[in-house]
């Protein structure tokens, strides 16, 4: 495994509008399998030795920030001497005592690019990974940075081919039905997240409230030939709507595909 920790930009202060109503909670902090779907993202990097973690907030910001201030005496057992509360002692070994996360407020309305260019001031290599709080894959992370440091272009995005969210008919020349598909994988290529960007994709992004990652600065770095793709065929899914997160926490709870960690 890659031991070189690179930051990772995770991209969560959207308002989530597909989820609302669905859920009181916060998109990114929706559980699968009893943890929030930013923690089991944060668990594939960290899989790889990527630990250094800087959250782009906006929207909800507060309920991120608690979850983490919270997160050691919500998920272990502990003793604490009353009035003593720097004295807590925990009971369990926590995997996650190396992470460094950085909760960055990027503002409420700021698009996608805007919040990278803002958190570029907690970045301190040339190189280090983008992606979205609401995407789980088993992801190799170190082909993937392997790929992306051989071709030596500023940006690389994983692409997966999605799964159409309809069963398909499938008629024969006469219209007569022969077949179904059941929500097939379709041809085209989509962007997964598990992005890798050089420090020069700051040029690209600038000190604006509304620079667009995906309408924006990607095809200008694809039109200047600086844009590849890492093409991902295993496992990806990722949770736009409460259906979606239903789904997660099944395909969790039945197989965990995504789950590379021990």
């Not at 003593?84 to 002692?89: G, S, V």
């Not at 793709?229 to 990806?236: A, D, L, P, Q, V």
Request: aromatic share 12%.
């Amino acid at each position: 495994m890659n031991t070189d920790s690179l930051p990772v930009v995770i991209l969560c202060g959207g308002q989530g509008t597909r989820m609302a109503g669905a859920t009181t909670s916060k998109k990114e902090l929706v559980e699968i399998g009893e943890q929030p779907i930013l923690w089991h993202v944060m668990k594939i990097y960290a899989k790889y030795g990527h630990t250094r973690f800087i959250l782009t907030l906006g929207h909800e910001a507060a309920a991120i920030k608690r979850y983490f201030l919270e997160y050691e005496p919500m998920n272990y057992d502990f003793t604490i001497p009353l009035g003593q509360a720097d004295a807590i002692a925990y009971h369990q070994s926590n995997s996650e005592q190396n992470w460094r996360v950085t909760l960055a407020d990027t503002g409420l309305d700021t698009d996608k690019g805007s919040r990278i260019y803002r958190a570029g001031k907690y970045i301190d290599t040339d190189t280090f990974f983008v992606t979205y709080g609401d995407g789980v894959g088993d992801i190799d992370l170190e082909a993937l940075l392997a790929f992306h440091r051989q071709h030596g272009r500023l940006a690389t995005v994983t692409g997966v081919h999605p799964r159409s969210q309809y069963g398909i008919l499938k008629p024969d020349a006469d219209d007569q039905v022969v077949g179904f598909g059941e929500k097939p994988e379709l041809d085209h290529w989509i962007n997964a997240g598990f992005m890798v960007f050089e420090r020069e994709v700051f040029d690209y992004l600038g000190p604006g409230d509304h620079v667009n990652l995906e309408r924006e600065t990607l095809p200008c770095l694809a039109a200047d030939e600086e844009l590849m793709m890492y093409r991902h065929t295993g496992f990806w899914r990722s949770m736009d709507t409460f259906k979606d997160a239903l789904a997660l926490d099944q395909i969790w709870r039945e197989s965990a595909p995504w789950k590379i960690w021990d």
